[in-house]
């Protein structure tokens, strides 16, 4: 689904993420871990076609997107969810909905609009609610579904967790794992590791720029060394 070829790509005259190879399948969810500064959100953000491309490719599928226009991207089938949600305060859960599909026709809209509802039954019963006035996990609830409204082959996540109670973070990542179980290819980017590699199929460590290690999520659950040198976890030890 996604290929991403010695990509370097930054701001102004800083380059934030150097010659970058990332391979994600169709249908899988790939984390994207590592430190803070390590270049996860500029990678996020350069797919989404936000951040400049100093060299290198993006493709999707056979499509060649790294000179394409951000609305353009959308159209193609990337959607972003974007680190601090940045939702619409001012406007409703269910004009943030709307916005999301723009680039649609009406009928899809509606559908689009059932199915988002259907998935976060908290956002309907606050359709008329101002978004800026909803609790953290609703409006990332609100971003996600936004970003859905675009009807997305490629859903890039940023930080989902971030500043989350447990129970939310819980019921997004179900949402998740049925968006993967219809077919939905996910990039994600995530602080909270153990809660990434519980979910994800695959994880790309990055580390100032340039990738650390690339490899399955099952091979970095079980391989400590893996996770104490690139993802900075310890396993609690082992009791009889």
């Not at 994207?32 to 076609?49: D, E, F």
């Not at 990337?78 to 001012?90: K, Q, T």
């Not at 794992?177 to 590791?193: C, F, K, P, R």
Request: glycine share 10%; aromatic share 2%; charged share 25%.
């Amino acid at each position: 689904m996604l290929k991403i070829n010695k990509l370097s790509c930054g701001y102004g005259s800083l380059t934030v993420v150097h010659e970058l190879d990332l391979n994600v399948s169709e249908g899988s969810i790939h984390a994207l871990v590592g430190a803070n500064g390590a270049g996860k959100s500029t990678t996020l953000m350069t797919i989404a076609g936000h951040v400049q491309v100093k060299s290198g490719s993006i493709m999707i599928g056979s499509e060649q997107l790294d000179q394409v226009p951000t609305k353009e991207r959308v159209r193609r089938g990337v959607a972003l969810v974007p680190e601090g949600r940045r939702l619409f305060s001012d406007l409703t859960v269910r004009d943030n909905l709307e916005v999301g599909g723009y680039s649609l026709p009406k009928e899809n809209i509606s559908r689009n609009l059932e199915r988002v509802l259907t998935m976060f039954p908290r956002l309907g019963e606050r359709i008329k609610q101002e978004s800026g006035l909803l609790s953290g996990g609703e409006q990332q609830m609100l971003a996600i579904g936004r970003a859905l409204m675009a009807e997305p082959k490629l859903l890039l996540l940023d930080e989902l967790s971030l500043g989350l109670m447990p129970r939310m973070v819980e019921d997004c990542y179900i949402a998740l794992q049925q968006l993967q179980s219809e077919g939905m290819t996910i990039l994600l980017v995530e602080q909270n590791t153990q809660q990434a590699l519980s979910a994800a199929d695959d994880v790309t460590v990055l580390e100032s720029g340039t990738v650390a290690w690339q490899g399955t999520a099952e091979k970095a659950r079980h391989d400590s060394s893996i996770i104490e040198a690139y993802i900075g976890l310890r396993r609690e030890p082992k009791t009889d």
